[in-house]
């Protein structure tokens, strides 16, 4: 029986653009070797790897959204490869295009209010054909677009029979709440008389602030952030300080697995040993490939920055930022990977002319380049506005390379400065968002680079040795589901199905025809 059920816009490999995804793509895998069973389930998109897998479809039914019926499958991936279950939600029409929540022009989906509708009931429908004693114990739903769940299982009669099983509601990230205007009511499923005014917040349905009303805990991914929501939440911040009492700050884990640079197939070379000389030896191969690649000097400090360029994430900023070291001359260079906002990608492509051999950029989604840019660089920088948790700071210590932050949610929480008195530090810090502060942070950076080569190598073994994997976070969250009522308790998993025992032969009598077994339908696209 699935004890956790994670519901969810993203979930990598299957569908990823950014953290959400690797959050929901491991926190399942790491709770069921926990032996509390989970499963995702997701959107089905045209996705690459959705399109390449093989699927079992394990329910039909349909939807109405709008007056219009939408048929839709669950599928299972087949095998449980991933270590947990994985299921998608097929809606033809709605989501079996290109882009997860764009199309290729980078435009947003117009029918995104319906298509979010209909997946969310298209996964309640699927729950309500279970019998009662094989439903999850925990529906835990993460970010807008699964905001309305906790909502729907407590006021839509049709769901009610659902409304004893405890919801969680994790948010990712508070900028994007999904509210839409009153007069796409109509997107709604039927409701009890007067319970459609808890979905309002400022005159809009919010999704958001719906869940943090309704779900019996909400979470978000760092203490720091929480804290943050509470005093700038683009107009939620009285609603969070009301629902205190069920509000946690639980960090992100990484997977130790996919995220290990003493076997990751996707950078050049490999860690061989966790000493020093080892850790030395592997940084400055990797960087010695990165350099080749993209022209750039192996004797000067090597700064990446790795993201979607979008205003939370503060690449803005990093042009004018990199140019004052790269019109001084200084001996410091600079690698860029990403895509997003129209000025930022246009203003990196410019710099590529303008500053060949010291700076370059790839404006692209490359997950397999940014392994090798966290093994090859020598600090990773994240000047965020807003960074709920972040995981990208995760991954460059686990592969040695310092980050360079900003103080700021989860990246405050994760990422003592190296100046502290205490020896706590793992990277450089910075307070405030401008250009002086960010200049003077990779200032610190190159000084230390260039004049104090020991401190770089003992700071990467520091990071390099610190524990991000899962099972901590795994931990809080069972403490979670357990404080709220949940019976979620560890147990024997086995995601392989095990075939019934032949029955012992009776003895020998009138020959009788056996019955054809039903097979499961399988679905492939090629």
């Known amino acids: 029986m699935i004890q956790v059920l994670h519901i969810s816009a993203e979930c990598y490999p299957a569908a990823k653009t950014g953290g959400l995804g690797d959050v929901v793509g491991s926190l399942p895998k790491y709770l069921t070797s926990s032996n509390v069973l989970s499963a995702a389930i997701i959107p089905k998109y045209a996705t690459k790897w959705n399109v390449n897998a093989e699927w079992i479809t394990v329910f039909k039914g349909s939807v109405w959204v709008d007056w219009h019926e939408h048929y839709f499958e669950v599928h299972q991936h087949a095998g449980n490869t991933l270590g947990y279950p994985l299921f998608t939600v097929h809606l033809p029409g709605l989501f079996d295009r290109p882009g997860i929540y764009n199309d290729p022009s980078g435009a947003p989906y117009p029918d995104e209010i319906r298509r979010s509708v209909a997946f969310q009931q298209a996964v309640l429908e699927w729950l309500l054909s279970f019998p009662w004693h094989?439903?999850?114990?925990?529906?835990?739903?993460?970010?807008?677009?699964?905001?309305?769940?906790?909502?729907?299982?407590?006021?839509?009669?049709?769901?009610?029979?659902?409304?004893?099983?405890?919801?969680?509601?994790?948010?990712?990230?508070?900028?994007?709440?999904?509210a839409f205007g009153w007069s796409n009511a109509r997107y709604l499923p039927p409701y009890e008389p007067g319970t459609g005014t808890i979905l309002d917040w400022n005159g809009h349905i919010n999704p958001m602030a719906g869940a943090i009303k309704t779900a019996?805990?909400?979470?978000?991914?760092?203490?720091?952030?929480?804290?943050?929501?509470?005093?700038?939440?683009?107009?939620?911040?009285?609603?969070?300080?009301?629902?205190?009492?069920?509000?946690?700050?639980?960090?992100?884990?990484?997977?130790?697995?996919?995220?290990?640079?003493?076997?990751?197939?996707?950078?050049?070379?490999?860690?061989?040993?966790?000493d020093v000389a080892a850790i030395k030896t592997f940084k400055e191969a990797n960087k010695a490939i990165l350099c080749?690649?993209?022209?750039?000097?192996?004797?000067?400090?090597?700064?990446?920055?790795?993201?979607?360029?979008?205003?939370?994430?503060?690449?803005?900023?990093?042009?004018?930022?990199?140019?004052?070291?790269?019109?001084?001359?200084?001996?410091?260079?600079?690698?860029?990977?990403g895509t997003g906002e129209t000025w930022t990608q246009n203003e990196f492509r410019s710099m590529v002319h303008a500053y060949g051999g010291r700076f370059n950029a790839v404006i692209d989604y490359n997950e397999a380049l940014s392994h090798q840019i966290y093994a090859g660089s020598d600090f990773l920088i994240m000047p965020s506005r807003v960074e709920p948790c972040g995981l990208n700071q995760l991954y460059s210590m686990r592969y040695g390379t310092i980050p360079i932050v900003r103080s700021i949610g989860g990246l405050k929480d994760t990422v003592p400065d190296i100046a502290e008195a205490d020896g706590t530090g793992r990277g450089i810090r910075f307070d405030k968002f401008n250009v002086e502060d960010a200049v003077y942070a990779i200032y610190r950076a190159s000084s230390m680079w260039h004049n104090d080569p020991d401190t770089v190598d003992l700071v990467r073994k520091k990071i390099m040795d610190i524990d991000f994997s899962w099972e901590n976070a795994v931990a809080q969250?069972?403490?979670?589901?357990?404080?709220?009522?949940?019976?979620?308790?560890?147990?024997?998993?086995?995601?392989?199905?095990?075939?019934?025992?032949?029955?012992?032969?009776?003895?020998?009598?009138?020959?009788?025809?056996?019955?054809?077994?039903?097979?499961?339908s399988r679905t492939k696209k090629k």
């Open 134 to 178: 094989d439903r999850p114990r925990v529906l835990h739903c993460h970010d807008h677009h699964t905001g309305l769940i906790p909502w729907m299982v407590k006021y839509c009669p049709k769901y009610q029979h659902l409304a004893p099983i405890p919801t969680v509601f994790t948010i990712h990230n508070g900028q994007y709440q999904g």
């Open 216 to 274: 019996w805990a909400v979470t978000t991914v760092s203490n720091s952030y929480l804290y943050e929501l509470h005093q700038s939440s683009l107009g939620l911040e009285s609603l969070f300080r009301q629902e205190w009492q069920k509000e946690w700050g639980i960090i992100n884990g990484i997977d130790a697995a996919v995220w290990d640079p003493a076997t990751d197939p996707m950078i050049q070379q490999r860690l061989e040993s966790n």
């Open 292 to 337: 080749e690649w993209f022209g750039l000097p192996k004797d000067w400090p090597l700064i990446s920055f790795i993201g979607r360029m979008v205003g939370e994430k503060g690449s803005d900023l990093l042009p004018e930022v990199y140019k004052r070291f790269l019109n001084a001359g200084a001996r410091v260079s600079f690698l860029v990977l």
């Open 477 to 520: 969250y069972l403490n979670v589901y357990k404080s709220i009522g949940s019976s979620v308790a560890p147990e024997v998993v086995n995601l392989t199905p095990v075939p019934e025992e032949p029955a012992t032969p009776a003895p020998a009598a009138e020959p009788t025809e056996t019955p054809k077994t039903k097979k499961a």
